[in-house]
């Protein structure tokens, strides 16, 4: 089986589904998986990927797991563990139907609890698809030791991000051990918990698009930001202080990123577009706002590469703290094409007794948008863009 440990989830799924238990423990929610590569999947890859759905109700929150998440993750509350230790998967939240190569996957249930299927399901359908189809990774250790060494002579603090669209679970334990014994104190850590765990790093993440998403259909686009951006704060009272900024286009999150925001979140996440003109904006903004831009960051976190990360370092030149997330290009640059695929939330229901309400999110790029076409142009004229 793929996924064997509770934690071999992504940090952001454990910060976002406390703060759903506190605030919305009614709420409902659909997703949907988007394979944005249009990769054809094998015959027979949904009774495969069904098989490894179900085996997800036997992953549980094991003792050691939970003693690193109470020690390193502090800024969980202490009831919120027993939730974890209570928590079993539920296969039948997951629809998956196959039509030739056309993988769809549909789930929905309270969201408190269908927050972390997205990447264990991202990771399974990865690494699965890599099996049936007989390909094997390359060159592992040699690739991550040049990246890390690179990395380190650009003195880039960066992240592993990877754990979505990974080769496989052998892949990415490998890359993070070489990571850590060529990179030196420019690798901050990891977003995996299990890997943060397994290796004594620090787990690495704060909140997602769908945090954004979700506040749009309950609140309505206009105060999505805001209001999304005020509850987080009442749920961790400054820690995980990285705010997403490109949910509905980083220019109306600017516009809804208060004086009161930008002194207590510690910085930005760019996920989109241009790095080079968000580079310009977030610190335009800092600014303006009579605040050194050098104590706070950007962390970039979208397709990087090393050249990505040189071009935006040189640009940046000590001007605000850039760190970096990087992704599948750590643990999927193996030789192979890495699948394209998301699982996006389409649907939220803030109350039982309330109507499904559809979900969209936009972009720095245009063509990224994803929701029904009516409510993509309804949120760009709410929010004037």
Known sequence: ??????????????????????????????????????????????????????????VVLSREEEEFMRRRCYYLDPVFFDLLKGYRYNPEEVTIRQQGGNLEIEIEGPWYRTVLWEVPLLAMISELYYTITGKHPEGIEERAIMKAEELKKMEADFS?????????????????????????????????????????????????????????????????????????????????????????TSEAFFRSFTLKHAKLFDGVRWDSGDPIEFTEKTIRFYEQNRIDPRSKTIVYSDALNLEEVRKIKQHVNGRIHDAYGIGTFLTNDVGVTPLNIVIKMTAAKPHPR???VKTVKLSDVPGKHTGDEEDIQLCLKMLNL
């Not at 850590?189 to 690495?204: D, E, I, R, W």
């Open 1 to 58: 089986m793929i996924i064997n440990y509770f934690t071999d989830n992504d940090l952001y799924k454990f910060t976002t589904m406390n703060a759903i238990q506190k605030l919305y423990p009614e709420a409902l929610a659909r997703y949907r998986f988007f394979n944005r590569g249009e990769t054809p999947f094998p015959e027979g890859f949904d009774r495969r990927l069904a098989a490894e759905v179900n085996h997800m109700a036997s």
């Open 160 to 248: 592993e991000f990877g754990t979505r669209r990974r080769f496989s679970f052998e892949v990415q334990d490998r890359v993070i051990q070489t990571l850590i014994a060529h990179s030196g104190r420019f690798f901050l850590g990891t977003s995996n918990v299990y890997f943060a765990m397994k290796h004594q790093l620090t787990p690495m993440g704060t909140h997602p698009h769908e945090w954004f998403m979700y506040h749009a259909a309950h609140f309505g686009y206009r105060m999505a930001n805001t209001i999304a951006l005020e509850k987080w704060v009442d749920v961790y009272h400054g820690s995980l202080g990285i705010a997403l900024a490109d949910t509905f």
């Open 354 to 356: 309330f109507g499904w």
